[in-house]
């Protein structure tokens, strides 16, 4: 840990200190998740989150253990022995497919405030890229564990989404065909993409736990960020984590499990698709082949594409959409702004917030049936997302002025927006372009 | 370097759109798409109340026993429920003895092997056993219907929108087309072997009226069978086989949901104990402490900002 005044693990009971002078790991977690961290005192309910999605990661590793014992990985049992026997037969089966199901969807709930949370406080910053990067890495596992976690039940959504996904590798020209076959293991999906999709179903969730050590580790090294953005000065300005932010945590970790309890006994099949409750059938094509919410913005990316344009449509719908996810490993470079904080970033801010309206629009078009109106606004709404992150967002580093930040996070802690602005030279180095108090 | 490289691709995204945009528009003003009778025809399903609904939502039990009746005495002809057992009539209220009398009367048999000769036979259900299909094989059901295919009851309303709502509205909602339909879209007169209803997704629906005669089963509990009675109470049992655990999911939630409540507001308080100390300490050296204040007042008095 790098702040000199994070306390030192101290055994208190005779078997901890045994363990401890044979495997410092009683001394590892103190550092990462005990007294031993120091944090920031000013973080808001943002900050929340990244436990959060922690917390609905062993959720989801813990109940789908259990279903694994009951699933059955096969075209013709998948469907019954999720709908017959996991959901009527087994004890309390109901109970861990819903919650499973759920799960997933407050997992990428909670993991996408997270990276807004991010976004907005420019966390992908320096000291913290590889911070970023990694939590990218496991966004992207997410993606696919969520992907192949929704066709194991084998139901109308499950196989034409298998289809359609994997069909995206078909649009690159000669090698792509090859890629989809061998990717299937057949020319359709079939038992062998039913078998190994439930194999990298199981494997994904762990390299993700594996992912996370390292998004804690490299997070660990600068210490968290803070609603400021301002660097942590002195002691006067952290917390140790535990106890303040364990209890911080598991109070809101208690109202966020409690929405999910709500939504998983009241109203379990919300987010899912009333398709998936027909088994596959190779031969009847949905009217409206849709992905999981989750995958929503980016389904609609890829339908923007509608125009043959020296490359075919469906070709640059899908470089489009791998793009809109890569470009967010180039952000610590593409906004070169000194200030992390969007708080003091009044023209970010707004396109922040734009930002924010262009992916939940997107999100309902790539999950509405077609029609002309809502393919326009689609087309209209995926420019948009290229173009704040690719355009808008250098130019508003290159030319803003930020408002002047406070002298530490202690005295911002109350009513830091009256405090006086930093004489040059006092915090970080900065470009001219800081504006102070005048 | 990266940023011009980066922001050159994020452009020719954005031109591609709108490419496509302005072609996409000029098409649909130059050749605007033909309206289909099924999007000014089609209605959304008119709502029906269930017992079940709601946070503390319960089966009616006469109601699933009614519908289970018009289920067997009707929908059976042609409509599996595959994934439910006899022994899941538990839930209807029904015994022991009446499930194991419900199994061996009923009107299709279980496949089976002939345990002397070994060949293709067939036996009594047991209470064990799930509903023998009324028909085979996929063929021997498509041979029966006109080369349609009834699909499986048990979670029709999961794998419908609307639910049991767009259940008993599609019972119901049978009726001549309306002559104004074909005066709009004279193409779209329902086929033979199709009949109209409203609440189908293309409006011709393969399965003729099930319920058509008021009476058409007589109920034990004295309830008047009307075809609008009988259509609710089937679309109520199939909620049921769709979700036979929802009482024991409703009553689990309550108990979850009161258990995080308390939790969460003992831990708030909790929280803000922990805090307590720690808040007081940030005032004291916050922009409260008086020395702060005055650099605060120098520098609204030097940006000109009173108060």
């Known amino acids: 840990m790098s702040f000199s005044w994070a306390k030192a693990y101290e055994p208190k009971h005779p078997a901890m200190r045994w363990i401890d002078e ?9 550092g990462a998740i005990g007294g031993g961290y120091p944090v920031p005192r000013n973080l808001n309910y943002w900050w929340n989150f990244g436990v959060l999605a922690g917390l609905f990661l062993t959720i989801q590793i813990v109940t789908g253990i259990v279903l694994a014992m009951h699933y059955i990985p096969s075209t013709d049992g998948a469907f019954n022995s999720v709908n017959q026997l996991i959901m009527r037969d087994v004890n309390a089966g109901w109970f861990l497919r819903y919650a499973h199901m759920n799960g997933a969807s407050f997992f990428f709930l909670v993991t996408y405030i997270h990276i807004f949370r ?4 420019g966390s992908y910053k320096a000291p913290r890229e590889l911070v ?9 596992l997410m993606m696919a564990t969520g992907f192949m976690g929704y066709v194991l039940p084998w139901g109308q959504m499950s196989y034409w989404g298998a289809q359609v996904i994997t069909g995206f590798f078909s649009a690159f020209p000669l090698v792509g065909e090859p890629i989809r076959i061998w990717l299937l293991g057949g020319y359709a999906p079939d038992q062998a993409a039913l078998t190994r999709f439930y194999s990298l179903h199981y494997l994904l969730p762990f390299v993700i736990a594996a992912v996370v050590i390292l998004h804690i580790w490299a997070l660990h090294i600068p210490g968290s960020g803070n609603p400021t953005g301002v660097d942590v000065k002195d002691e006067k300005d952290t917390l140790p984590f535990h106890p303040f932010y364990t209890a911080k945590d598991g109070w809101f970790a208690g109202a966020v499990l409690l929405f999910y309890a709500v939504v998983t006994s009241f109203a379990p099949n919300y987010l899912g698709h009333a398709d998936n409750y027909i088994p596959a059938n190779p031969l009847a094509t949905p009217a409206h082949i849709v992905p999981e919410w989750y995958f929503w ?9 509608t125009v043959d344009f020296i490359l075919p449509a469906k070709l640059w719908g899908v470089l489009a959409m791998f793009f809109s996810i890569l470009l967010l490993f180039f952000l610590p470079w593409i906004d070169k702004s000194p200030v992390r904080s969007g708080s003091y970033r009044p023209v970010f801010k707004r396109f922040f917030w734009l930002l924010v309206v262009d992916v939940i629009v997107l999100g309902y078009i790539g999950g509405a049936p077609i029609n002309a109106t809502r393919v326009a606004i689609g087309q209209f709404a995926s420019a948009y997302y290229f173009l704040h992150f690719l355009v808008i967002l250098p130019l508003v ?21 009256v405090a006086e602005a930093a004489p040059a030279g006092q915090t970080r180095p900065r470009r001219g372009s800081v504006a102070t108090a005048e | 370097m990266l940023r011009f490289i980066l922001g050159f691709i994020g452009a020719v995204f954005a031109m591609i759109l709108l490419i496509s945009l302005f072609s996409n528009l000029g098409t649909y003003f130059s050749n605007p798409p033909a309206p289909l009778a099924a999007d000014k025809w089609h209605e959304e399903p008119k709502h029906l109340a269930l017992a079940s609904d709601g946070l503390f939502g319960r089966f009616d039990k006469q109601q699933l026993q009614r519908g289970f009746q018009v289920y067997s005495e009707v929908c059976s002809a042609c409509h599996s429920l595959k994934l ?70 048990t979670l029709i309303t999961k794998a419908r929108e609307g639910g049991a709502s767009y259940v008993y509205s599609l019972l119901t909602g049978y009726r001549n087309q309306p002559a104004q339909l074909l005066k709009e879209f004279p193409d779209a007169k329902t086929p033979p072997n199709l009949h109209y209803n409203p609440y189908f997704a293309n409006l011709n629906l393969a399965m003729p009226p099930p319920l058509t005669t008021n009476g058409q089963v007589s109920y034990a509990d004295g309830t008047k069978p009307t075809v609008d009675q009988m259509a609710r109470d089937v679309a109520a049992f199939l909620a049921w086989t769709a979700e036979p655990n929802l009482e024991a999911r409703h009553a689990n939630g309550l108990w979850v949901a009161v258990f995080l409540l308390l939790t969460c507001i003992l831990s708030y308080f909790a929280y803000q104990q922990i805090w307590h100390d720690a808040k007081r300490v940030v005032r004291r050296t916050g922009a409260l402490d008086p020395e702060n204040q005055a650099k605060a007042n120098r520098a609204k008095g030097k940006a000109g900002i009173s108060g």
């Open chain 1, 297 to 305: 913005p980016f389904y609609a990316i890829l339908r923007s594409f």
């Open chain 1, 397 to 417: 580093s290159a030319f803003e002025t930020p408002l002047p930040l406070p002298n530490s996070i202690t005295e911002s802690v109350l009513h830091g927006e």
């Open chain 1, 132 to 140: 970023w990067m990694l939590g990218l890495v496991i966004y992207l």
């Open chain 1, 22 to 30: 044979r495997l410092p790991l009683p001394r590892v977690v103190y």
């Open chain 1, 118 to 121: 991010g976004l907005y406080y």
């Open chain 2, 84 to 153: 439910a057992s006899f022994r899941d009539l538990e839930g209807l209220g029904y015994n022991e003895a009446e499930i194991k009398k419900i199994a061996s009367d009923w009107k299709t048999q279980v496949a089976s092997i002939n345990p002397d000769t070994g060949e293709a036979a067939t036996r009594k259900a047991l209470p064990s056993d799930t509903f023998p299909p009324p028909f085979a094989n996929e063929v021997a059901a498509r041979a029966a219907n006109n080369n349609a295919l009834p699909p499986d009851l």
